[in-house]
């Protein structure tokens, strides 16, 4: 009988106002089910939908988010519900929503009601979600009230995703699953201020993959420009991921973002907070709005707006940033200021740091005095910032000064690894201070636009060491063409919003979670197992990267063999997944895994058929090689499949998997074993290493050759880089000297080196040998300063790296000290690291937390080799440091602190991890201990090398 009257006592509270006691639910949405339970709201029968009111007076985004909340149980019952414009309320239930003190209609409830709103007053983006009675009458009522616009707007569409409409039901296409009926769980719901206040995206390179052709060609063919219609999808997506924030596309070709001014408008309808990126100060787009103006003005053989130099034109640059504030300075902006030239390059006209500082300078000193004019703000209430992007930083580092109401905007270095945070007095700043992150990139050593390979394990990682050292302003995301980046969009806006939910710790749960949101609780457990599996690979070799990775012969196996697994229990998921969810599953899920399976085998196979074929493996050697053919074919189709065979070519155009390297190749570029390369090779003198030291010396080394006949030479060497080029004349190295004939060696760089003055250590084929039977002579001489040399090979291609004895995750330590965490999900095996991150760094080692591991070490092994995660120190001044001892032996201490574009980081953000390594003095059981010293060290691996 107790029981019974307390369940009764219970549902008469849950339909009482709050003020007489309704129980405080502790989260931020409240449940939508199909089932019918007592004192739920009924959104939705059989027969009809409740009706969404709105004050007529309320901001323009609420209207909108109450039109998607309208649609969205439509998209899910097929009943569509009224959404009207009121200034009274209605006697039957329905759903009213509106925005604090511009609502008068909520504000009317709130009163009568004594609904406590404390929690949100006078908050950012904040929102309630509560159930209460009619002031008059019986009939139920589900507010929702907003702290601000978009505080209401993110309470909508926090409903609308609770109802089963993913955020990505357009982006891609995550069709929700009909039900008959809606009911909403009682409570009083109140969802507090976001952890980073302003988080949005920066589309890039959106010509390289396909988002604006996509746009011109089809989406907005009419136009044929990236215009309105585009944006508007782009800022629905937002409000759904409750972002709030966008700098828009800005490559050559693609319509400058406020060539339309209709786009600006739209952006504030739909609340969302304009900016511009690292290079575009004052919300200008500098090549669509000062190149091309000036190549359309010499076209009619016109002045145009000349060079875009401070020095020698500074007046018209300011009537040009000018003219932008003056039209846009209404709207909700973020304000870049600074100076960098056109495009991702510095500025014009100032050749020294010193120079660049004092331009910069005065061109902030400007830009603030222009926003004095046009914005009716206090300059300390007016959003502004410094992006502290490539030489920016290094001026912020030599004296630049910035006002202390300026957010300071750090960067990763374009690989995921945030390369600079506030220091103790930056914390203190007014303006803060926040992170520009790239989850794609085109540029050095080597792009990634393609796929999406960054794990939620790395991102809150590296995301929560950046807002525990002051990054909590502003996140703005490079997602490139927003897809394939869904997951790990929605990731870390999730992140953005609540940091704590998905902690390093905590976020390999994350896939799990999103996949049971998108698919079903059932299939989330195979989904994210090969998410995990996706990602580990991703994190020993980027898809695009791969071909640059020296991998061992073993490592090449294996990976291919993983690879082949995933990409067969996709196919296989992929006949289990409902239809209405196939076209998801594939963009989703199916597309990136396969695509990424299959690129492995074209890069990677293509190498191996050319060792094979070297060391006379020729039958396996054709095989590959065939194998290679197949993949890039598979490739072309895959692709083709995305943009013309799923929904009737919705995405056309949009994808390619050649965006950068290998660029739109109708023919396979890597080099490859065909029947034509084996014949060459049997044709050819033996293979051979030549030593570095009698090759180098004054006499050179002697080569003994069974036959005569034409053979590469090939150099494994740290080379100097002039005029950032690629050119073989800037690449130049040495000088080769052989009895058949001398040239100068040259480098043959990866990819991009647009900021690199060495490139390296790396195999370059630096021309060929003709060698005579019995006794040649081959010379390296003229060294450019600067230069190492580590291998020479002549053969048709060199030898993959040698595999290590034993190889032990980081995670198999025997024991552990001081704070040590494990990481599941973080690097390509799960991360070890000290937590938490604002720790200080150990300058006595004995004190620092360490991991401990017992090894058995035989004749013959020769050194131990640790690797991390290439991270880098939290600010200019520390360090990134650890300390090795083998045994009693002294602590030797590391740092694997790295520049931007030295050859040291080139080669860690291909391969996914910095090595340091010591010797091995002496064997039989040693205990290892690793002490981490400076916060963000992540151990990957210890590896023990023998002798051949």
Known sequence: MKKVFWILITQLMIQLPHAVGRPVVQANVPIVA??????WFSLATEKKAVAIYTDANDYNVVQIAAEML???VERVTGLRPLHQTVGSLPKDACIVSGTLGKSQLVDRLVKSLGIDVSGIRGKWESYIITTVQQPEGNAPLLLVIGSDRRGTAFGLTSLSEAIGVSPWYWWADVKPLRKKVLYVEPGFFCQGEPAVQYRGIFINDERFGGWARWAEHHFEKAEGKVGPKTYQKVFELLLRLKANYLWP???????????????A????DYAIVMGSSHCEQMLRNNEGEWKAVNERAKAKGEAGLGSFNYITNRQMMQDYWEERIKVNGKYENTYTLGLRGIHDYPMEGAHTTAERVALMQQAIDDQRNILRRNIHKAIEEIPQVLCTYEEVLDAYHHGLKVPDDVTLLW?????GYCRNLCNPEELQRKGGAGMYYHLSYHGDPASWIWLSPLSPAFLSTELTKAYTYGARKIWVFNVGDIKPAEKEISFVMDLAWNLNRWKPTEA???????AAKTFSRDLAPEIADMLAGYYRLQAAGKDSHVWFVNYSDEQIGQRIAQWRALA???DELSSRIPEPLKAAYFELVHYPIRGAAMINEYQLLARRSMVRATTGDGDEAIADGRRV???????NAWTDHYNNGILDGKWADFFNWQPYHWFRSEKIDPPYCTPEVLEQVQNSPKPRFLPVCEAVSVEGVSIDSEMEGDIPLWIEALTPVENFSKAAQDNVFCHVVSDSGNYDASATPINNIWHASYVGPMWSRVGMLHLKKGSNRLAINSLKPGTRIYKIYMGLYPPFEREPRLRIPASLYQSAQGGVERVEGLGYTDGVLAQPFDTSSYQQIEKAPFVEYELDLYDGDTTIEVRTLPTLHLYEGRDARYAVQLGDTVPQVFSIQTEDFTAEWRSNVLRGYASRSLSVAATGRQRLRIYLLDPGIVLQEVLIHSKE
Do not use: I
């Open 34 to 39: 199909e089932d019918v339970h007592v004192g």
């Open 70 to 72: 309208a649609d969205d």
């Open 249 to 263: 596309a800005m490559h050559p070709g693609t319509q400058a973002f406020n060539d339309d001014p209709e786009n």
């Open 265 to 268: 408008r739209l952006a504030d």
């Open 411 to 415: 960067s990763d270095d374009k690989h």
């Open 508 to 514: 390999h749960n994350y896939t799990r979670y999103w």
């Open 568 to 570: 067969a229990h996709a």
């Open 629 to 635: 053919e197949e993949m890039f074919d598979r490739l």
